[in-house]
């Protein structure tokens, strides 16, 4: 309950306070445009996720639009040797918003936290 609250609070003004450097989590900015807008993306990025899985594993559906290798590919960022930072390591992407919203994700322990070659996981 807790959780969900804190998730809440969070969700209404996630920008404002990561811009102002507040309270709120901070993380790196991706390049590009978002598969949904930014806002969108914020209160449902999970239905979509756990939707195209569904999709994926049920019926063999690939290619879709809330891909997780394509959520890695842009949201994981470059350290300065130029290789890439885990999307869920501290202070990055997915791990700084949910470590503020005291969400866990199981997800990684699978999928790859950096950005993959076609061959590599999935
Ligand atoms: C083509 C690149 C690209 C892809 C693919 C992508 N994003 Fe994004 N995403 C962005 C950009 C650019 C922004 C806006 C700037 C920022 O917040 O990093 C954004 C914003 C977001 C935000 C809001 C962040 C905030 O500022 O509060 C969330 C949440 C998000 N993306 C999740 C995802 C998820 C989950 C996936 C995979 C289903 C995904 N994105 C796929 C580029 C991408
Ligand atoms: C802007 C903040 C933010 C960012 C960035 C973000 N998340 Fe989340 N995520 C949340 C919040 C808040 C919840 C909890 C929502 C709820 O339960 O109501 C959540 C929940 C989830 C869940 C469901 C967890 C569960 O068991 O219910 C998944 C899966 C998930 N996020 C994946 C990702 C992935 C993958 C990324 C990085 C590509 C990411 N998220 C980036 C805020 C964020
Ligand atoms: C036990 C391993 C495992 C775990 C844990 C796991 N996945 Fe997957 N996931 C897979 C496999 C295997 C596929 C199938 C890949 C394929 O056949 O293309 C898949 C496919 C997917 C797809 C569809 C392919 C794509 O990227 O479009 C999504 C989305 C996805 N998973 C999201 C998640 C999310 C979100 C979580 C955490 C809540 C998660 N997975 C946890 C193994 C896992």
Redo the contacts with the bound molecule.
Sequence with gaps: MLALLLGLAFVAS??AT?QAGEAGPS??????????D??T??RH??D??TH?RDDTLRAGIRGA????K??????ASTAANGKPVPVNAPGQ??QS?HAYAAVTIDCFSCHATTPQTAEAKP
């Design positions: 996630p920008v990561a993380f790196p900015k991706a390049q590009g445009s978002c598969v949904d930014p806002a993306m914020r990025h999970f979509f996720l195209q639009k809330y891909s997780l394509e959520c890695v590919t842009c949201h992407f997915c918003c």
